[in-house]
């Protein structure tokens, strides 16, 4: 048969196809949008946008502010004059803050809250056979009732995940359930045996008529075969939305088991007419069963399995929150590539598609709304507020009911005082509603109250802290009497680590490691960075109680107010820089640990000329016993404890050293290699780096004194021996920061500044 004939005759099956079958086509609209917005610098900003699109980029990266308030998206879109009859709906993925939708004019409706979805039907705003124009209003104020009220990451303004038209038949799949799939899959029962799911779809009929359909439920395994079919007649009244249930049984499941095994099956739901396919709706199945025990851990069908988790934020360097499925993919790698299993996707409803990716993996997720901490305790006392945290959680639930990876919803973030009442009130409530909306799965919250007896640390299945031993307070291993305490006092806690980690810049660098200040100092070496997370990491695996833990962060991300590190208005905690192009050695200390692949990896490769002839070396590696070479001469062979090798005192002769760490493992050799310079006369370097190490906190000790000392002189009752101690104490403080600002202009002179670190 020639190739025209069989083109010809495919076509005819087509069109016959398509006559048969009417399921819905999904469009997207994320092209040519005309932005019209201001500017932090009060300009007026016009331009031809494709979606995803953030007006913050570039004043978020700024530090300190960024532009917080309107900007106005409209689409021009031709709506054929062969959709009369059908359904319209316009679904946004995610709109920061407040988006106002119009069609043509017509208002139809907000939406408040900047991560979830929304739909919106637009069926009867359409003009057929004409261009329709679509307004999108979007305001990316502060406000008093939308979570999130603040927290150490950029509210990005915009359309900042994509746009889809939806068009279906009259009767359809709802999409108007909180913008879901208007299908969820309850995992009732699941075991090896058997698995017990319950097929919840709801109907919609815009017709003017009562209608009797078939729906039709098909499974297929992961090559495609049929392992359920059933169907069942369902009457939707005119103009009504129905719940219908059908229940599926499937013996001796393929379970979804994590990272070793994340078997999908796949799901369709029809709608039918006869033998016509009115609505069609495709989810995944992953089918599993777990468990957390306060003493034993977490357990993933029956099988004990640590979550070695991450924590991520939707945010890239030089696009803000508008990544595309390039970015997520790609974020994703470094995840896996790391060796971890479990992912809290944080501080709020990620996008749908970083879901499906860890479905499709076999990541666990901690999924969670913006209930997080701020000026304000995390949130305010009013009705809006509680309306909208309920309104957030139902619809990162209902929106993502249906992915495997998901086993936990967060319900709070580091909020509150102490036994605060009302806020116990509002958790409460949301805990309720988390467990009616869905009794399958775990809540959990991360605390940051240190008091075990917190009235919020009950509410939760599962509770975890964010805590920051060896950063902001104390030492790494005091971790572990924290948490063995909070065990003792409260057995019945199933205890996670919920955030941990410390700053680290790939581009600061010291032999002698001494302890950053954290929060107000740029000096971040990355080398403090590893020691915190080696010893943090002992402190976690040590103990079996702890069902898992989640690094802050795997991506340095964007925080405007942050001045720390080597760059403004980032938090650089993460394993990976913000632009994803230097994993740091913390990665490689995980990966050593977590991964299955072969690691040996030599850290401080990026501190390139010493000042010291004597160093110490530092492998990372998996591969048992690891030989050393200095200048073509072994240093030793060794076998590390949790993946740490080291090399005390290692000599290193004037100019290049070439180092190199060797393992052979079964026949094959792996092997890292870096060329260090040791120069002699950089002693007197480090010695004035440490000085300008120390000048910025004590500049800002000099400052508290001063305002400590004017409160004390300004009370009324001040005793004349605490008067004296004052005045003599601000006269110093005073003196002080006078001559640090003389010796600073002094020295300006001579193009040098007191307050820049050496380049060592
Ligand atoms: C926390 C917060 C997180 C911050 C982190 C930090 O506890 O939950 O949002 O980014 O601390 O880096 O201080």
Not at 483 to 511: C, N, Q, R, T, W
Request: proline share 3%.
């Amino acid at each position: 048969m020639k190739k025209n004939q069989l083109l010809f005759i495919l076509s005819i099956f087509s069109s016959l196809f398509n006559t048969l079958n009417a399921q819905r086509q999904l469009v997207s609209l994320n092209k040519e949008w005309d932005f019209n917005g201001a500017s932090l610098w009060e300009e007026s900003i016009e331009e031809v946008v494709d979606l995803p699109h953030t007006w913050n980029t570039e004043d978020a990266a700024q530090g300190y502010t960024y532009f917080r308030g309107e900007g106005n998206y409209t689409k021009k879109y031709f709506v054929d004059q062969s959709l009369k009859g059908k359904r319209l709906f316009l679904k946004f993925e995610g709109v920061q803050t407040v988006a106002n939708v119009s069609v043509n004019g017509t208002h139809l409706g907000e939406h408040r809250g900047g991560y979830s979805a929304f739909t919106f039907e637009i069926t009867k705003n359409v003009k057929y056979g004409e261009y329709n124009y679509i307004e999108v209003k979007v305001d990316n104020s502060e406000t008093e009732d939308i979570l999130p009220l603040g927290g150490d990451f950029n509210i990005y303004g915009g359309i900042y995940r994509p746009v889809q038209l939806i068009i279906t038949e009259e009767i359809c799949i709802s999409p108007l359930d909180f913008a879901s799939p208007g299908v969820y899959l309850f995992q009732n029962n699941i075991t090896k045996e058997k698995a017990e799911v319950s097929v919840v779809t709801k109907i919609s009929n815009a017709s003017v008529s009562n209608s009797k359909i078939e729906l039709e439920v098909v499974i297929s395994d992961a090559v495609g075969k049929i392992v359920h079919q059933g169907k069942k007649e369902v009457f939707v009244n005119a103009g009504g939305t129905k719940d219908t249930n059908h229940s599926v049984l499937i013996s001796k499941p393929h379970l979804w088991n994590g990272l070793k095994d994340p078997y999908l099956y796949s799901i369709k739901v029809l709608l039918k007419e006869g033998e016509k396919i009115i609505d069609e709706i495709t989810q995944p199945l992953g089918l599993r069963y777990y468990h957390t025990d306060a003493e034993k851990g977490f357990f993933l069908n029956g099988e004990h399995l640590k979550i070695k988790g991450v924590s991520r934020h939707q945010d890239f360097a030089g696009v803000g929150s508008a990544l595309s499925e390039k970015h997520h993919r790609q974020d994703m790698k470094f995840i896996s590539e790391m060796g971890a299993n479990g992912i809290r996707l944080a501080h709020y409803q990620h996008s749908e598609f970083f879901y499906a990716l860890s479905d499709s993996l076999g990541m666990t997720v901690w999924a969670e709304i913006p209930f997080v901490g701020s000026n304000q305790d995390g949130y305010i006392d009013s009705d809006e507020f509680r309306k909208n945290s309920k309104q957030q959680l139902q619809e990162l639930i209902r929106q993502n009911f249906n992915h495997p990876s998901i086993l936990f919803w967060g319900i709070y973030n580091e909020i509150g005082n102490y036994n605060d009442p009302v806020l116990t009130a509002i958790i409460n409530d949301l805990q309720k509603l988390a467990k009616a909306e869905d009794p399958t799965r775990q809540t959990v919250a991360a605390s940051f109250i240190r008091r075990v007896d917190d009235s919020l640390h009950k509410i939760p299945d599962m509770i975890a802290w964010n805590r920051y031993f060896g950063w902001y307070y104390n030492k790494p291993f005091k971790l572990g009497d924290f948490l063995d305490l909070i065990h003792e006092e409260e057995p019945s806690f199933k205890i996670g680590v919920s955030e941990y980690g410390a700053g680290g810049s790939v581009m600061h660098h010291e032999e002698k490691i001494r302890r950053p200040f954290p929060i107000f100092h740029e000096w971040h070496p990355e080398e403090y960075q590893t020691t915190v997370h080696e010893g943090i990491w002992k402190v976690i695996n040590d103990r079996d109680y702890v069902w898992g833990s989640y690094i802050w962060n795997m991506f340095d991300f964007g925080s405007h107010f942050r001045r720390e590190g080597d760059a403004i208005g980032i938090n650089d905690k993460g394993m990976v820089s913000y632009d994803r192009n230097t994993k740091k050695d913390a990665f490689f200390f995980y990966k050593a640990n977590w991964s299955e692949e072969p690691v040996i990896h030599l850290t401080n490769t990026r501190f390139k000329i010493r000042e010291n002839d004597k160093i110490n070396v530092k492998v990372y590696s998996n591969l048992g016993a690891v030989e050393l070479f200095v200048n073509g001469k072994s240093a030793g062979t060794k076998k590390g404890e949790n993946a740490v090798l080291i090399w005390q005192d290692i000599h290193l002769k004037e100019g290049n050293n070439k180092v190199k760490a060797v393992a052979n493992i079964n026949g094959k050799k792996y092997s890292d290699t870096v060329i260090w310079m040791y120069e002699k006369n950089l002693i007197l370097e480090s010695v004035i780096s440490f000085f300008r190490w120390l000048i910025k906190p004590f500049i800002v000790l000099l400052i508290s004194i001063v305002f400590w000392m004017i409160r004390l002189l300004v009370k009324k009752q001040v005793r004349s021996r605490q008067k004296v101690f004052a005045i003599v104490a601000l006269v110093l403080a005073i003196l002080f920061l006078l001559a640090i600002l003389i010796g600073q202009i002094l020295v300006s002179g001579l193009g040098f500044n007191l307050f820049e670190y050496s380049l060592i």
